[in-house]
């Protein structure tokens, strides 16, 4: 089992150093946005 989790940890950091920090910032802040699309629908809705 313990290898199966280092192996994975591996895969993601690999992946990570692929994607490189302006690709993280990107999903980073996209995520943000729809959450702030969401809650403000919420917000919008519960008037």
């Known amino acids: 089992m ?3 989790n280092t192996e994975t940890k591996g895969k993601v950091g ?4 692929r ?3 302006a ?3 990107f999903f980073f802040i996209k ?4 959450l702030a699309v969401f809650w403000g629908l919420g917000s919008f809705i519960k008037c």
């Open 2 to 4: 313990t290898e199966n």
């Open 31 to 34: 995520g943000l946005v729809w």
């Open 23 to 25: 690709g993280f910032l």
């Open 14 to 17: 690999k992946w990570l150093k």
């Open 19 to 21: 994607l490189g920090w």
